[in-house]
C-alpha cells in the first residue's frame, strides 16, 4: 500500500512522498546532555531508529541527522530559567563541555545498548555557532527580528503562521497571554535567537557575533545543523509530542521567515512514556521527567535484572503516538515474551541447521531490502502483512505480532521461517539472531525453557529430560518409546553437541 505517516502538521494520516525519488533526509532532535538520558527520553530514540529501520526495509536510501545540544538549553523552552549545561556544570565542578562530552558518550552506551543505530550525521550545537549567526543575520535582513536590553528576538507578529503545526491562533495567543516573564518581549510568544551577556552574567560559552558577545537561543540550531546536511527543505522532523507548542513551532518561524518557504514536508512526535503507581493505574500516572524527580534511567533497568531489548520489547508494544505506561509488571512481562521469543527462534535455527544456517543468512539479516521473492505463499503472506504494518504509520504492535506467528507457524520450513525472522528482526532490532546463539550455547536445560504459560511445552520439555536420562542410565528402550511418542505428536527432537532440541514439525 506504500508508506503513509501521521502528519503533525494537518493531524492526518498522509501518503509518504519523499522530495527526491527513493530518498528521505529527516532530522530527529537530540538530547540536551546535561544530564543521563531516562528511559522516557530512550523512547524517542527507538521510535527514530524504527523509522530508519523501516526506510531501509522498504528500500529507500536515507540521511538521518541527530543534533547534540550542549550549549544554551534553559530550564524552560520558552526562554525562562537558568542554563541547564552551566547549572550542572557548577555542580560537578567541571566545564562546560567536560560535562557535554560525559553526558553524550553515556548517551551513545544507552542506545547502541538498544540496537539503535547512529544517525548518519550527529552535530554539536557548539560546532555550529557560524552557521547558527548566519542563519540569523537572513531572518534579520527579512524584518523577523528586534533588538532589546541586549537580546536579539523573532518577532512572531512578523510571520502569519506562527502556531500553525500546535494548531495555534496568534490572535488568540495574545488574547490569553499571562503577564510576560521576560520585560524585554514585546510578545510573551517572541524568542531569542542570541543571548549577550545582558541574559546571564558570567556565561561559560559565549561568541562573538553581529549582536555582541554571547550564544545563540535554543531553538536556532536545529534550523541551522538540519539546514547544512539536508538543505532548506527536507521530508521529515521528528521529536517528542512536548516539542510541539515551542520548540519546533518556533523552528517553523525562524527556518521559514529566514528561507521564505516551506521547511519541512512531514512532522513526526512520540508520545510520553508514563509512569503508573501499578499495574492498573492509567489515570494517575505521571510524564517521566528530570525534573520531577520520577525518572529511571536504562542502567536501573539493568541493574535489576533486565536487558535493555527487553526495554525495547516494551516500548514496540504500543504504536509510538499513544502514551505508554510503564510498571515494573510490564517491563516482566516484556522480559518474559522477548525470553520465549527468542527461544522459539532459537529451535528454528537449530531445525534449520544450526548456527551454520545463521551464517549463510543473505543480506537482508543486515538491515538491506529484500522482496521475499523467495518465499513460500504463506511465508509470502506473513511478510506482507508485516511490511504493511510498518507502511500503516509504524505500527510496530502489529509487526511483533507477525513475528510472532512466524515463530508459531508450524507450516513454515525451518530455513523458510528463519529467513522471516532476520527480514522482521532488521527492523525490530530485538536482537533474536545473537540472542538465539547464546541460547545454543547453553545446558540443554536452557535451551527448552521460555515456555511460560504453555503446559504443553513444558510436557514435552519433561518428556525431552526424560529421554536424556534414560539414554544415561542405558535404558534404550524407554528413551526410544519417548521418541516414538513424541514423533506422533509432531515434534521433532534434533541431539546436538550441546543437547537436545525439540520443534514442531
Known amino acids: 500500500m506504500g508508506l503513509r505517516l501521521f502528519n503533525t502538521m494537518g493531524r492526518s494520516m498522509e501518503d509518504f512522498a519523499p522530495i527526491t525519488p527513493g530518498y528521505v533526509g529527516f532530522y530527529g532532535c537530540g538530547p540536551t546532555v546535561y544530564n543521563y538520558a531516562h528511559i522516557g527520553n530512550l523512547r524517542a530514540y527507538v521510535f527514530l531508529d524504527t523509522l530508519d529501520r523501516t526506510l531501509t526495509f522498504l528500500g529507500y536510501d536515507k540521511k538521518h ?92 507578529s512578523t510571520y502569519p503562521d506562527y502556531g500553525k503545526l500546535a494548531g495555534l491562533n496568534l490572535d488568540d495567543l495574545k488574547a490569553g497571554a499571562r503577564i510576560d516573564i521576560d520585560k524585554n518581549k514585546r510578545s510573551p510568544y517572541d524568542f531569542v535567537l542570541w543571548f549577550t551577556k545582558s541574559k546571564f552574567e558570567n556565561q561559560a560559552l559565549t561568541w562573538d557575533s553581529p549582536w555582541g558577545r554571547g550564544y545563540p537561543g535554543w ?59 501499578d499495574k492498573d493505574d492509567k489515570e494517575g500516572g505521571a510524564k517521566m521527567s528530570k525534573s520531577a524527580g520520577n525518572f529511571l534511567r536504562l542502567q536501573t533497568l539493568i541493574d535489576k535484572g533486565y536487558h535493555p531489548l527487553d526495554y525495547r520489547y516494551f516500548l514496540l508494544g504500543t504504536h509510538y503516538r499513544k502514551q505508554i505506561y510503564f510498571s515494573w509488571e510490564a517491563m516482566d512481562g516484556a522480559k518474559s515474551a522477548r525470553k520465549s521469543l527468542v527461544q522459539k527462534v532459537a529451535r528454528i535455527v537449530q531445525a534449520a541447521g544450526g548456527i551454520t544456517a545463521l551464517n549463510a543468512l543473505p543480506a537482508f539479516a543486515k538491515g538491506e531490502a529484500s522482496d521475499g521473492s523467495a518465499l513460500s505463499e504463506g511465508a509470502k503472506e506473513i511478510l506482507s502483512a508485516f511490511t504493511d504494518a510498518l507502511e500503516n504509520d509504524l505500527s510496530t504492535p502489529v509487526a511483533v505480532s507477525q513475528i510472532q506467528k512466524v515463530v508459531k507457524e508450524s507450516a513454515l520450513a ?92
Open 65 to 156: 541527522v541527530m543534533n547534540i545540544t550542549d550549549i544554551g538549553h534553559l530550564t524552560g523552552d520558552a526562554d525562562e530559567g537558568e542554563d541547564k549545561m552551566l547549572k550542572t556544570a557548577r555542580e560537578r565542578h567541571e566545564s562546560v563541555l567536560e560535562v557535554a562530552q560525559f553526558y553524550t558518550d553515556a548517551f551513545f552506551k544507552d542506545i547502541d545498548s538498544l540496537n539503535i543505530i547512529r544517525p548518519d550525521v550527529v552535530c554539536k550545537a557548539t560546532e555550529h555557532i557560524p552557521e547558527m549567526i548566519d542563519l540569523i543575520k537572513r531572518i534579520e535582513a527579512n524584518g523577523h527580528t528586534y533588538m532589546a536590553g541586549g537580546n536579539l528576538y523573532y518577532d512572531v
Open 219 to 277: 531553538h536556532i540550531e536545529c534550523s541551522a545543523m538540519s539546514m547544512k546536511y539536508l538543505g532548506e527543505h527536507f521530508d521529515i522532523h521528528t521529536g517528542g509530542i512536548d516539542h510541539v507548542p515551542i520548540h519546533h513551532t518556533n523552528e517553523i518561524a525562524q527556518s521559514e521567515g529566514a528561507t521564505g518557504r516551506k521547511w519541512v514536508n512531514y512532522w513526526l512526535h512520540n508520545e510520553f512514556l508514563v509512569v503508573s503507581k
Open 414 to 505: 525451518p530455513a523458510e521461517a528463519l529467513s522471516l525472522v532476520a527480514r522482521m528482526d532488521s527492523v525490530l532490532a530485538l536482537g533474536l539472531l545473537d540472542g538465539a546463539k547464546l541460547v545454543l550455547s547453553a545446558p540443554a536445560a536452557e535451551v527448552s525453557s521460555g515456555h511460560d504459560g504453555d503446559p504443553e511445552a513444558a510436557e514435552i520439555d519433561a518428556l525431552v529430560k526424560e529421554r536424556v536420562e534414560a539414554k544415561k542410565s542405558k535404558n534404550f528402550a524407554r528413551a526410544d518409546e519417548i521418541r516414538d511418542e513424541l514423533s506422533k505428536r509432531g515434534i521433532l527432537v534434533t541431539d546436538t553437541p550441546q543437547g537436545p532440541v525439540w520443534s514442531r514439525r
